[in-house]
């Protein structure tokens, strides 16, 4: 073997017809009238192939012998260089098809079309401005813990939560999972890297005193009947703004005297 060297291989001259300069093993260089290509003549289950193993200057000699060594080991071990050559291919184009924003993009269109606009601006915020300019690139199968956690640390940076798109980032994962484009999800175990959020007490009515004082002010308010009801009904029981807008004249129990609100429209989903 090696019978080529790199001044041979140099000087070859590019000639009408093809011709092949043997370097031995199988390997040979494939002169052609537009250029020179390193090639390997094997045989496998019976029939004769061909790997192409990269176009010279492009690829050396030095580099063909090492293409060519990987090329027979594979073959000793009963594998057709030419197939993983082909898988290999495939993976790549596979892998530039399956980015995180190609991904994201996917599972914005199956989940996100039927949430409200506010939840949909939110959630593209988030991914145009914090996840893609670290993550949108790179193939989602190949995307490390690491990588996550940096996204969300510059989001920490800006004294913002970044438990919200952890909680998207998450959720593109799962939709990968789910369709075969990757197999774990690498934000998931990054909770207890990021800050804690603090939580905000809000001022609250403690004392009999204090609730008289806001009755009176309510009594005294000046605005229109519809909010002045609204006020009076979110002292008397408690419930949330979006439940008193959304209150019907079916719900009241006039001989309790109470409200009665259906559990289909209650966070815990009971009456």
């Not at 914005?108 to 401005?129: E, G, N, P």
């Not at 004392?207 to 008397?236: H, N, R």
Request: proline fraction near 4%; charge should be positive.
């Amino acid at each position: 073997m090696h019978r080529l060297s790199a001044t041979k291989v140099k000087q070859a001259k590019l000639r009408e017809k093809s011709y092949k300069l043997a370097d031995g093993g199988g390997l040979c260089l494939l002169i052609r009238p537009i250029g020179k290509y390193w090639r390997y003549n094997y045989r496998f289950l019976g029939k004769q192939k061909t790997l192409a193993l990269g176009v010279f200057p492009d690829v050396s000699l030095a580099e063909a012998r090492k293409r060519h060594l990987k090329a027979r080991e594979l073959l000793s071990e009963d594998t057709d260089p030419s197939e993983v050559k082909r898988v290999q291919k495939f993976t790549k184009e596979l892998s530039s098809e399956n980015t995180f924003r190609c991904i994201a993009e996917e599972w914005f269109q199956v989940h996100m079309l039927d949430k409200s606009k506010k939840h949909k601006d939110r959630a593209v915020y988030m991914l145009s401005t914090d996840l893609y300019p670290v993550l949108g690139s790179r193939p989602i199968a190949s995307i490390k813990p690491t990588e996550v956690l940096a996204a969300l640390r510059k989001i920490e940076a800006r004294g913002v939560d970044a438990a919200k798109a952890k909680s998207l980032t998450s959720q593109i994962f799962k939709y990968g999972i789910s369709t075969g484009r990757c197999e774990n999800d690498p934000s998931r175990d990054l909770a207890s890297a990021l800050k804690k959020k603090r939580k905000k007490h809000h001022t609250a009515i403690t004392t009999p005193k204090e609730a008289k004082q806001l009755m009176t002010a309510i009594q005294g308010y000046d605005g229109t009947p519809v909010v002045k009801a609204a006020l009076e009904i979110s002292a008397l029981t408690f419930q949330r703004p979006g439940e008193i807008r959304h209150m019907e004249w079916n719900e009241i129990n006039w001989r309790k005297q109470q409200w009665e609100i259906s559990g289909l429209k209650m966070k815990m989903q009971n009456d």
